[in-house]
């Protein structure tokens, strides 16, 4: 177990924020993480701990967010999250081993973790970014036979727009009843989950993508800006850079709690097509397919190298595609559950789960 400090800050925000696959950036996630990392180590010590340093007849809880990371205008503050904490602790009726994230950047955790006086698990649900609590279900998706609890938290007591719900049941009903909240108010909410043991998550989660998160982080700081950051972090994790070049549409648009669209970059001689559900779901070179969710696909501003988001991602801008095959990376069974991608697959009008069975 080790203390985290401000000097983790930064490596963890961009590892965080480039392997959230779009759905976050440096520009407009800057200023919100580095606030809720320091609300945090001003709180308490945030201890990181293994999955095996904690108790085994213990449960974690998962502090995450639902909704729409980038076109959304969401009604939340960080103490939502620690209520929404709290309030599964309430239910469950007593106090979880530690906290974990849904899927990095994961800095809510930190906060939760330290107001709740808990260590913070160096695992996730997922260790890229994923639109949905099934997704990020550790396999629970094809379990209906299994009850967890789950809840949401959000809104503004100065517009009457406060809401807190506590849902019961299997992975599946519940998640529908996060993404309505999430709808009502505003598309995102604070959220945590539970209880999940220790055993099942070293299983079924993706154990050690916090340490990972916060390692390529120092992989793409240690390049100099622009290109070579984009190309550190293909290295690190095992990947390629598959084009640089300028944004040529973004179509992407909140619709039913999730941000939906595609976006297409050219470098004047290739054409690159993103799909994007939340986080970039596929990526495809003339209609050639070079990455299937849950492979990592990320963007980096082309003069900077700092990870940049979709919502952000204007025409004409230069910016860099990172891929990585997702066996180089900490990844929960929860990302390869056929029974996730029907959803995301209708939505976009293209197959997902055939072609990570061609792989």
């Not at 945090?40 to 995450?64: F, M, W």
Request: charge should be negative; hydrophobic fraction near 45%; aromatic fraction near 6%.
């Amino acid at each position: 177990m080790r203390e985290l400090s401000l000097k983790d800050v930064q490596p963890a925000m961009y590892g965080g924020l480039l392997l959230s696959a779009g759905g976050s950036g440096v520009n407009n996630s800057l200023e919100k993480h580095d606030l809720a990392a320091e609300v945090a180590l001003g709180l308490n010590i945030v201890k990181l701990a293994e999955l095996d340093e904690i108790d085994p007849e213990g449960y974690v809880l998962i502090s995450t967010s639902v909704g729409a990371p980038g076109f959304a205008q969401p009604e939340l503050v960080l103490k939502d999250h620690i209520t929404a904490a709290e309030n599964l602790i309430e239910k469950l009726g007593r106090k979880p081993a530690g906290v974990m994230c849904g899927h990095v950047p994961g800095f809510n955790g930190w906060l939760v973790a330290a107001a709740l006086d808990l260590p913070y698990i160096d695992a996730a649900a997922n260790g890229r970014g994923h639109p949905t609590v099934k997704m990020g279900g550790m396999g629970l998706a094809s379990r209906p036979d299994i009850s967890i609890v789950q809840v949401a938290q959000a809104g503004f007591a100065s517009s009457g727009s406060k809401i807190a719900v506590v849902a019961e049941g299997n992975l599946i009903k519940t998640s529908q009843v996060m993404r309505h909240c999430a709808t009502i108010s505003g598309g995102l909410v604070a959220s945590a989950r539970g209880p999940y043991q220790a055993d099942f998550i070293r299983e079924n989660g993706a154990a050690g993508a916090i340490s990972f998160q916060i390692e390529l982080g120092k992989a793409m700081l240690s390049a100099p800006q622009g290109l070579a950051r984009a190309s550190a972090a293909a290295a690190f994790m095992g990947g390629e850079v598959i084009l640089t070049g300028k944004v040529v549409t973004n179509d992407v648009v909140y619709q039913d709690g999730f941000d939906i669209g595609f976006v297409t970059i050219t470098d004047g001689t290739e054409t690159l097509r993103l799909g994007v559900y939340n986080e970039y779901m596929t990526a495809e070179k003339d209609d050639a397919r070079l990455a299937t969710f849950p492979d990592m696909i990320g963007s980096v501003d082309a003069l900077t190298g700092d990870p940049i988001a979709i919502s952000t991602m204007k025409v004409g801008q230069e910016v860099s595609i990172i891929i990585a095959h997702h066996s180089t990376f900490p990844l929960g069974k929860g990302a390869l559950d056929p029974v996730v991608f029907a959803e995301i697959e209708q939505g976009l009008g293209l197959e997902l789960y055939s072609y990570i069975n061609a792989k």
